[in-house]
């Protein structure tokens, strides 16, 4: 393929002719940061628990005696996903009924809370795991506003790099949040105050951001939903940075209404609090076929980047660090962890500005999934040897390294498809609804998962854990090539054509993604194919 066709030139291009307002827009940019804010409590949970288990004061507090055994700490980690997953089914009550700015007011609220009864517990089992079910009841939420929010107030144009900061607030969160723990261990005397930090420390940021949020722009595809069509306009005009008549605007604003009547006259009213509204929001997602396949490939999304073992790695990262052969003691090992944290951070930023966008989606994805499942069976494979006594010091260092590579690849590949990729795809009536579902789905499909590790590690010898998660990141591979389209650059309401026809050809779809002026072509590879036949286009929509 010559490059002037490729994803790249494309993203190149489309930058080059965006006005740059558009881009460079102080209103977007703040706006953005504060909505991306909404992924600091997922991975300062994931970042400062998976290391406290090892502070001295909170073994001392909870009658913990080793935190490489995850059995100990199993329930610890794993019950806020309870709390997440049943916070993120009920967010969609309230996501379209007091707006996405309320919305994320409300769930970091309801976090800091949690935080708090965590640190109030002095010992107490019991009233800690009520803390980490009440935290989780914030953190699921906050996962379906923050990303649901950054889809719909970017511009096409860096849609991917916009909703991707996300996903990079949430590695920058685990690395501060690895490092803070790493920090109380070594500069605090074992007490309760040396675990208690950790929880209470990014409280103030976070209510900080609550505050800043009364200074940003509310989302103006929500507003169109609300009816309150004048403040969208003028929403969406202060995001992009044009005047009102500007054909980019005009535009923009003709698609959104056209989508949202076109969904009104077909499924009724959606509002999520009334049961009309809720009839109408079923029928639409599971009744029409292109939104049920939405479903269906949001779901198996979220459940394969879980399978990968990414997740399971950074939660039980003492312990795996420990079947690596990481020697030097808690120390060394919390020090790798925070690095690890800095690691999965830097990946991030470089996926968002080098990956998803530029080279697009399903390229993303195969890299990354290829890194992943090579680390996996290198790591595997140490496993059992170092086992056995047949490995070396060099052996040994490279399965630390293939460690860090596991989390780059995930932060390139499986990490996008899920936040990026499932946050797009939805018609606007539904999106909240489909976030909230899948959401749902993946929180407690990630604490089933999370919570099954230790059981997994010890029925396959350690090892063979790995060779699942190996087969898995193939699984994806083919689910990837086949079933995922390339959304990068197509406008949210222009995203249908990409889920008509079959699934198994539907990466065919978007191989020729094209922007013209304010139109946007979608052409499949067997137009190409009729057209080499003297045939009329099988797929040729203009949108």
Known sequence: MAFKDSTLAKYIHNIKTSPRPL????????????????GIPLCWDQGSVATIPSLPGFQQAFGITSATNPDQVSNFVSLVYIGAGVGAALSFFVNDRVGRLWALRLYLLTWILGQMIAVGSQGNLATMYAGRIIAGFGIGPLTVIGPVALVEIAPAEIRGLITSWFSVILLLSLTVAAFTVYACFTQMTA??????????????????????????????????????????????????????????????????????????????????????????????????????????????????????????????????????????????????????????????????FFFVDAIGRRNSLFFGITVQMLSDIYIGVFIKFNQEGHTNSAAGQAALAAIFLHGFGYAVGLLVLPYVFVSELWPNQIRSFGAALTQCFHWLFFFGVNKGVPSLLTKTNNWGAFLFFAGWCFVALIYAFLVVPETAGVDLEKLDALFEGPWWNQYKRSKNTTRSGDELVIESVESNSDRSHGTEPGLNKRL
């Open 191 to 352: 007490s309760t105050l040396q675990w208690q930090v950790p929880f209470f420390a990014p409280c103030a940021f976070v209510a900080l951001v609550i505050v800043a949020s009364f200074f940003v722009v509310e989302s103006p595809r929500w507003l169109f939903l609300a009816g309150r069509d004048e403040e969208a306009t003028e929403a969406l005009v202060s995001l992009r940075g044009l005047p009102l008549d500007h054909p980019r605007v005009q535009s923009e604003l003709t698609n959104i209404r056209e989508s949202i009547a076109k969904e009104r006259e077909t499924f009724g009213s959606a509002s999520t609090y009334s049961l009309k509204g809720l009839r109408a929001v079923m029928k639409e997602t599971f009744l029409v076929k292109k939104n049920l396949r939405r479903t269906q490939q949001a779901m198996l999304s979220y459940a394969l980047a879980q399978l990968s073992g990414a997740n399971s790695i950074t939660t039980y990262l003492i312990p795996v660090l420990n079947l690596v052969g990481v020697k030097g003691g808690t120390n060394y090992s919390l020090l790798v962890a925070a690095l690890y944290g800095m690691g999965k951070f830097w990946y991030t930023v470089i996926a968002s």
């Open 23 to 38: 881009i460079a827009n102080s209103r977007l940019l703040t706006t953005s940061a504060t909505f991306a804010m909404a």
